[in-house]
């Protein structure tokens, strides 16, 4: 495990061949990240430790993780900062710890590009069943593509499943790894109404174990970011009673 910390200059990497995955722990509870960081050793993982906001940032573009572990309340910069750059040079997986129950906290790391959040105390068993849901994601999508058309189509926005690209009317649209599953996920079923559980299990996967709204704060950034609004839902429609479905762009 490498501990990095605000003295440190450079991070040893290994042989791009036997490169395993790599996590970076960000949380200023020396204590749990140790204890995070070896359970993320133990899995495989090439673990890299950071207990300040400020350095998380530079730590970050060196490693290029696969997945992060971020605190929310860090000194020098909060988690919800370094989530925010995170996302300008990296779509890796971003789980969430915040030792803050409210509401408030988990949409607004959510709205920044985390994939899932865990309120403190927790059991380091849950967060590792927890990244192992998310690292299985890929090969879900690639399943989802490999039976359903090269490209789907809704009106002007068009996905790709296998590039993992969207454009609407010509123009990319950045969307986060799993807004861009949320939404490939009801392309890709368009008669379909998606329950939360449903599009849980599509997305995240039938193991995942957690607050179902989260579903509701991933579509609400890709409703965002389509343009789409409460009273002109072209893409992304509720369907009251039951959850969300694609819309037809009109």
């Known amino acids: 495990m490498t501990r990095v910390t605000s003295s440190a200059h450079a991070i040893a990497r290994p042989n791009v061949a036997t490169a395993p995955r790599r996590a970076v722990v960000v ?34 573009r060196q490693v290029d ?15 919800v900062e370094v989530c925010r750059r995170l996302r300008t040079f990296s779509d890796c997986y971003v789980l969430m710890l915040t030792a803050r ?5 988990t949409l607004i790391g959510l709205s920044v590009g985390a994939d899932d959040y865990m309120t403190k105390p927790f059991s380091p068993r849950e967060l590792m069943a927890r990244i192992g849901v998310l690292m299985r994601r890929p090969r879900r999508v690639s399943a989802v593509a ?14 790709d499943p296998t590039g993992r690209e969207v454009h609407l009317a010509g123009e990319p649209v950045p969307l986060t790894r799993t807004e861009f599953d949320v939404l490939a996920a009801l392309a890709a079923e368009p008669a ?16 995942w174990v957690g607050d179902e709204h989260l ?3 991933h579509v609400l950034h890709v409703r965002q970011k389509l343009g789409d609004t409460a009273d002109r839902q072209q893409y992304v429609r509720t ?7 694609i819309g037809t762009g009109q």
């Not at 993780?65 to 988690?79: E, F, K, Q």
């Not at 129950?101 to 906290?105: I, L, S, Y």
């Not at 379909?192 to 997305?203: D, K, M, Q, W």
């Open 215 to 217: 579903v509701d704060v």
């Open 192 to 207: 379909r109404a998606f329950s939360r559980r449903a599009l849980i299990e599509a997305v995240w996967g039938a193991g």
């Open 65 to 79: 993780p696969d997945v992060v572990v971020l605190d929310l309340g860090l000194p020098g910069m909060d988690g």
């Open 101 to 105: 129950a409210e509401e408030v906290d």
């Open 146 to 159: 490999a039976v359903t058309a090269p490209v789907l189509e809704v009106g002007d926005l068009v996905i």
């Open 27 to 60: 949380d200023d509870e020396v204590p749990l990240a140790n204890v995070v960081g070896s359970y993320l050793q133990r899995d495989g993982f090439e673990v890299h430790l950071v207990h300040d906001g400020a350095d998380a940032v530079d730590v970050l």
């Open 239 to 245: 369907v009251r009673g039951v959850g969300y479905r």
